[in-house]
């Protein structure tokens, strides 16, 4: 039993430390993050800065601009960068890093890594993950998008939609139906679309929170290069599921660094606040639920922790991240809630009013993490496939039997 | 970065699980229930042979001088198995209690007997007015000539009935702060104004007693570390001691889950496995999230208690404190209710899981104890 990493590593984190340090200097003038267009920038440039220093895809092959480095080197990086998120535009790539990447990188031809990876990786290319529809849900396999082969180009049809990102993004993995005659898992293919392609119409939908980080795409006609297909065709599914077990891996050690800061963060709030005259930190009930997350927030870490020494000992994730998943998304709508208990009445008051507190923050993050419990395999889902694959119960036999005809 | 068990631990995991199988099964679990001593000599003999009572203790006192982590591989099993006995009360109170506070003669005295089964031990803490708070400590221990006189009532004291042995917490100073004025003392059970009353409880795969001390003298030999001083090393004891309950939730949990998913399985209603509808599965999914979540942090916990700085440790063995037993209770409770009507009979082995996490979830201070005591160790 050792938590802790290598002595190299450790000299390892120092360097990143070191390099952090003097790469972005505390007393920089702050870089512009108000609009959409403001982080885009500052993320191209923070990822140029950490591309061009070695630092940006630790575990690729270095032909494709990685550093060929370890697992361990990855996490050590992740952490020390996540502060750099609001700053410095880090990590808005989440998608193209946590999903295209790996994905690319296992399953892409050799002519698409070297044409996507060392984009993804110097922050040229921002991805976004065309997968959901209107009708297909949760029920992925049903997508219906269409995509006809026609000489040496797929034409596409159909519509997406909960886009994360596509209003930014130059590339989509995109999840269509190339064989309509056969059961709905073995004819989905996965293509690569370049999303200034003439046919693609990205509308930004406004969510819940007043703000519009996803989109509906709807795609006429729409000419991709056959060679922009990702393994076989009607082969898609497997790879749209390797996809989402990579969203998971990282998943739990990067949502455990950043609610922990979340957790400090909170923390300052309720020295500070006042109920009935007294910081509200004296509320007993208020300091049973911080120390509830702070002891859930433990159990994230370490489990994937245990995760992350799995795959450092050789195994490959499984169904098992799914329990992560399921932890840290329902950890996080009860701690963003917290924070609007704490807040008390205040906690009516968005971003532009001038009381507010913590500058809105946790107005829009309770909103935020309602979507937690639905992207990336909603909580029942979650609950199925643990249930299922995991501990081996059997299927709902109206499911099953739907499956069976389909 | 290696998160698993070493060849060794496997082993002694390998191990307890065939002993307890094998030596322990549920139907002399059932029979212990109901006894009022709680064991066999012939198991407590079985499982000194196996050397789990010296499994911690120093090799200079005949121990085999292991690490906590090796402890918890058997606790863990123990729990699986709702090991009943003395030796949660003897091995992590006592023992434990004498490895941190005792000078040499005291463990020469104790530690090897312990070792080999010979001599049981207990912790004499908790009062009637403490509630879950370990801390709060009242009873009064005046001096007279160069001892000590103990007056007053201990509650909970686990298997103080069959012990020969007790470290007594106790005021040597009035006060309310623990840290100052809580002296230990030994004190043999058999001693003149020792009155020991059984408990009629909800868990009786554990024992618990009433102690009342009338005018108990004890020598200032068996003072047990510094006068005034002992809450200090007494902290140290109920940390691992937190741990210990989180090893015994941890491995319950996992084997009350393993009966409920089996029987999900097993049990059709409505032409199909009770365990295919979503309500069902879903609970056994939390289960799963509880029960692996608990583990994570038991893993954690042991390696922290002997690798991390103080404070950090601290947390930890209140968060596994907490949070195992929580998990404990929410997979027994789950475990009741996927079971239906056989689930709340006697026969079921389902109670005795729930029951037990009860204990744990109550037993060195509750989980809203342990939650208060991350507070103040983040210093908040
Ligand atoms: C913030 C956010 C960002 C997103 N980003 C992207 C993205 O970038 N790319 C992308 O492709 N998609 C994205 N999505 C879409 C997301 O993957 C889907 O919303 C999700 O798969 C659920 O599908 P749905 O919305 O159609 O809900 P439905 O599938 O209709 O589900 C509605 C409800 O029914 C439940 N339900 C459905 N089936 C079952 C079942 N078998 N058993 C029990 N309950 C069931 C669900 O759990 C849910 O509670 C995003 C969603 C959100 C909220």
Redesign the interface.
């Known amino acids: ?6 002595p190299e590593d450790e000299e390892f984190r120092k360097e990143v430390k070191a390099w952090l340090a003097k790469t972005f200097p505390e007393d920089e003038a702050p870089l512009k993050m108000e609009t959409i267009e403001d982080r885009v920038n500052a993320y191209r440039s923070t990822q140029k800065k950490l591309f061009d220093a070695g630092y940006a895809g630790i575990r690729y092959d270095k032909k494709y601009g990685g550093r060929g480095g370890t697992m ?1 080197e990855e996490i050590i990086v992740a952490e020390e960068l996540a502060p750099y998120g609001a700053t410095h535009g880090y990590g808005l790539n989440a998608i193209g890093m946590g999903m295209a990447g790996p994905v690319l990188n296992t399953q892409g031809t050799e002519e698409q890594k070297l044409q996507f990876l060392p984009k993804l990786l110097d922050g040229t290319h921002i991805w976004c993950q065309g997968f959901s529809e209107p009708n297909s849900g949760s029920d992925l396999a049903s997508v219906s998008t269409r995509a006809v082969r026609e000489g040496d180009h797929y034409v596409v049809n159909g519509q997406k939609i909960w886009t994360s990102s596509a209003h930014i993004a130059d590339y989509c993995m995109l999840l269509v139906r190339t064989n309509p005659d056969v059961p709905k898992h073995k004819g989905l293919s996965y293509l690569l679309m370049d999303m200034t392609l003439p046919g693609v119409d990205v509308r930004l939908v406004k969510q819940l929170t007043d703000e519009s980080e996803f989109c509906e795409v709807f795609l006429d006609d729409v000419k991709i290069p056959a060679n922009m297909l990702v393994g076989e065709e009607d082969k898609g599914w497997g790879i749209a599921l390797t996809t989402l077990m990579f969203e998971r891996v990282m998943g739990d050690l990067n949502t455990a660094n950043a609610f922990m800061r979340e957790f400090h963060r909170i ?1 300052e709030m ?2 500070d606040v006042k109920r009935s005259g007294k910081p509200v ?1 004296e509320n ?1 009930m208020i ?2 639920k ?3 997350a ?3 927030l ?3 870490k ?2 994937g ?2 995760g ?2 799995e795959v ?2 050789g195994g490959v994730p499984g169904p ?1 991240g799914s ?1 992560g998943k ?2 840290w998304s329902e950890l996080h709508q009860r701690m963003s809630e917290l924070a609007l208990d704490i807040e008390g009445p205040y906690n009516q008051l968005m971003k532009d009013s001038a009381i507010n507190m913590d500058d809105g923050f946790w107005q829009y993050t309770f909103l935020r993490a309602k979507g937690n419990t639905i992207e990336a395999g909603s909580a ?1 889902i ?3 496939i ?3 694959r ?8 109206a499911r099953a039997a739907l499956k069976e005809r389909s | ?6 060849e060794d ?1 496997v082993e002694i995991r390998n191990q307890a699980r065939r002993f307890f199988e094998n030596e322990c099964p549920i139907e002399y679990v059932r029979e212990m229930f109901e006894d009022e001593r709680g064991f066999t000599d012939e198991i407590w003999a079985k499982m000194a042979e196996m050397g789990w009572m010296a499994l911690r203790i120093p090799e200079e006192y005949d121990g085999i001088g292991l690490g906590l ?1 090796d402890l918890c591989v058997v606790l863990e099993e123990m729990g699986r198995a709702l090991s009943t006995g003395p030796y949660f009360s003897t091995v992590v109170l006592a023992a434990e209690a004498l490895i941190e506070a005792g000078n040499d003669a005291q463990k020469q005295a104790y530690l090897p007997k312990i070792s080999t089964g010979e001599t049981r031990g207990t912790l004499a803490l908790f009062e009637p007015d403490s509630g879950p708070d370990p801390g709060y400590i009242q009873m009064e221990a005046s001096s007279e000539g160069d001892g000590f006189v103990l007056n007053g009532t201990k509650l909970f004291v686990l298997d103080a009935h069959t012990a020969d042995f007790m470290v007594c917490a106790a005021r040597t100073e009035a006060g309310d702060d623990p840290a100052q004025g809580v002296t230990l003392f030994l004190v043999d059970t058999k001693a003149e104004g020792v009155s020991i009353t059984p408990l009629v409880t909800m868990d009786r795969t554990r024992k618990q007693c009433e102690v009342k001390f009338g005018g108990v003298k004890v020598s200032k030999d068996d003072v047990l570390g510094e006068v005034d001083k002992g809450w200090g090393p007494l902290l140290k004891v109920l940390q691992k001691a937190q741990i210990a309950l989180g090893a015994d939730s941890v491995g319950g949990a996992q084997k009350a889950m393993e009966i409920a ?1 089996e029987y ?2 097993i049990r059709h209603q409505f ?3 009770i ?4 309500a069902i ?2 609970q ?3 289960m ?2 509880d029960v ?6 038991f ?2 916990t ?3 208690m002997e ?1 991390e700085e103080p404070t950090t440790a601290s ?2 063995a209140s ?1 596994i404190k ?2 195992a037993a929580d998990a404990y209770r929410n997979v027994t409770t789950s475990g009741v209710q996927v079971l239906g009507g056989i689930g709340c009979t006697w026969e079921h082995d389902m109670h005795f899981y729930l029951k037990r996490a009860k204990f744990n979830q109550v037993t060195l201070g509750d989980s ?1 104890y342990h ?2 005591e ?2 103040r160790l ?1 210093g ?1």
């Open positions: 039993m050792d938590y802790r990493f290598n361990i923390l309720a020295k930190l007993a300091r049973q911080l120390a509830q702070y002891i859930e433990m159990v994230l370490y489990n922790f245990r992350l020494s450092v000992q098992q329990i399921i932890i029942e979650l609950r199925n643990v249930g299922e995991v501990l081996g119960l059997p299927k709902d036999m | 970065m290696d998160i698993s068990f070493n631990q982590t998913v999900a399985n032409n199909q496995p365990g295919a509808f979503q599965k879903h056994c999914a939390n799963l999230v692996e979540g608990a583990r994570s942090l893993y954690y042991t390696w922290a690798e947390i930890a968060a907490a949070f809203a939650r208060e991350v507070m983040l908040v």
